[in-house]
């Protein structure tokens, strides 16, 4: 028997009846069933206990008539015994299970690229305008030799390279966990813009093979889809040890996600669970490591750089160094806001460290050791805007990667219900009706737009600092100044505080 | 049977339109490189002769016709890893990894095997004369209407088909006094486990049961037990009797894990 819930709804919805002209959009647009017509009234019903807080009927809404807000009634005030420890509470003792979620850490850690500010030129060496001079973000991610040899006018053996025309390159978001109508327009987005999309860890559908040159394909520990067809079409193969969101933990897409097209992509029966184990059961060393990134490259015939993803926890800057040493091309650190389409509360709210950290300590360390140059290093992990982008390169990042700020792009709100597969803006479900939503004609603009504009943001803060490639900002922490920062702080960043 | 009577296999003796490689000092690379050039310039067959642990033979093999390697001594780890299509036949003993993500194609090995065998292999098949090491069959998965089989001339360790989404595992147990492998079939949610011999309730790993054999099931471990003796030449008759059939209890083990 099912107990009766507790909980206090957590949205409020306020509808104008004089502005409701009975249209039922809110009605046909909640995949949640919040809203619902009755006939014998003429009205429309309201169940807030479903609602996601997504904003969708709001927006849609023809004459403004919703509004959705927080539900202002809320428990006796008490900042331990909060409405949010309360709610998980009651919802566990109702269930007794673990509680999923979506979207990123939204805990209000410290987030370091607010306390960082950046440099200008000023009277001493002249700021450079990129509307009207060069400017180059073009990047090249693999591994660098430790000296270049030229013979007839061609580099000797040098390792493969990707070549991005922008540091933004988007996350892992795999077929299974979004769209493919989502993952359609992130596909074209990067072929456009001249960058790569990440395929995750569930395959690749046929029709997105033609898309193999701004391809990252992963290898995760599910396996899923790894066929040599994918790996050979593809710009570059992605073993996926841990994700920001979830270090340390698998994942299951849940069997009734697993519809024919993901069968077919995933390569495992319609209606089971995906299965992601906690660990890759081939890799319980570096050395394994090592004999997974070599049968990768043997595989791909050594012509795409091999990525290894971690995500950023207390060992990260030794674990890099095994990466770099074990054969990886490129490594990805993955910070603890990172995204999800479904993680346990509990590891995605307290598991890994911010990505400005974790960035600068294996930066630090790989110079340190005097191997920076055999890898690329991409930086994952709730970047919100170009200024984080261009603070993490000059912590050493040479590319980042964008996942929510993408979703958002598409239409995404952050609701955190990815977890449920309804998802009202059509991205992280795999139902037919809601998919539809992303058009990707328009979800490829969207992205195309986003990618452009912080380019030419990134453009006029290097122009600004004097420097009219990226290539020269990268590592390069003296533009960097640190604010209310402890020293502790400022020394793993590698930065001095502000006026000093 | 010996490693010695092995190299005596007359199929591996005549070799038209083949090469022979002697692997002494090669690192993988080299070895692979070698493979992958003759494969191109057409060698359907090929005899690697001294292997010792080099790893990814037949790897680099994709995308290309189909080739025949008899592999005598040890190749290393990741043998066939990700292949497609390729046969690979081991004289000898295989170390762990063997046929990783293996997407078609044949391995055989007329010895026992290492660890992780036949990890996540969605299609094609691995015959192990002898014993096989932990979490053989690991994730293996398929596909509408394919799926790989392993077939175990021996006995496993733990973790035996483990994750297991699809397939068929079989284990003959031969010369084999008990089955002394646990957590068989933890976390399966799909394909088919055979072992003939004892198997008590306390070796099967949560989520999976034992299940019925019925006639179709009778008819396929006779195609896999003649299988196997015509591919390691076993004398005398192995009957399909004493098997047990190991399923999985739902195709969503973790179905009751959340809130």
Redesign the interface.
Known sequence: MALATQLLPEFRIQRDDDRCIRCKVCVRQCGFDVHSYDERRDCIVTDESKCAGCQRCAVLCPTSALTVMQNPYSYAPSSNWNRERITDLK??A???????TGCGNDKGHRIYWDHLVLNASQVTNPSIDPLREPMELRTFLGKKPDRLQIRDGEPVDLSPQVTVETPLVFSALSFGAISHNAQLSLARAAREAGTLFNSGEGGLPRNLRRFEKNAIVQ?AS??FG????Y??RSAMVEIKIGQGAKPGIGG?L??EKVSKRI??AR???A???A?S?APQ??IYSIEDLR??I???K????YEKPVSVKIAAVNNAPAIASGIVRAGADVVAIDGLRGGTGAAPKVIRDNVGMPIELALAAVDSRLRDEGIRHECSIMAAGGFRCSADVVKAIALGADAVYIGTAALIAMGCTLCQKCYTGICNCGICTTDPYLSKRINPDVGSRRLVSLLDGWSLEIKEMLGGMGINALESLRGNREVLRGVSLSQWEMDVLGIRGAGQ | MTAESAVKDPATEELPGGMEIDCRGLD??TL?DMI?DAAQGGAERMVLREVYGQ??IG??L??LPPVRIDIHGVPG??LG????GHRLIVHGNAQ??VG??M?GGEIVVKGRAGD?LG??M?AGSILVRDDVGY?AA??M????KTYPTVLIGGTAQDFLG??M??GRLVVLGLDTERHDMSFIGT?M??GIIYIRGEIGRDQLGEGTRISELRPSDLKFLETQISRFKNTFDVAGRIRPRGFKKLVPKG?????????
């Open positions: 919802r566990q109702e269930s007794g299970g673990v509680l999923l290898c599910g396996r790894v066929e040599p067809e790996l050979r299951h849940p069997g069968s077919a390569k495992i029966p209606g089971t669970d299965l184990p059961h081939d004999t997974l070599y049968a990768l043997e595989a791909t015939n | 993988f690379k692979n992958r790893r990814y790897t680099r994709n995308g780890n990741d890893a990700f292949m497609d762990d990894g990783n993500t997407h992780v990890m996540s969605v979490r690991l994730h998965k398929e596909y509408g483990e994750y989404a699809g976390g949610h799909g195709k969503r083990p973790y179905s009751r894990l959340y809130a």
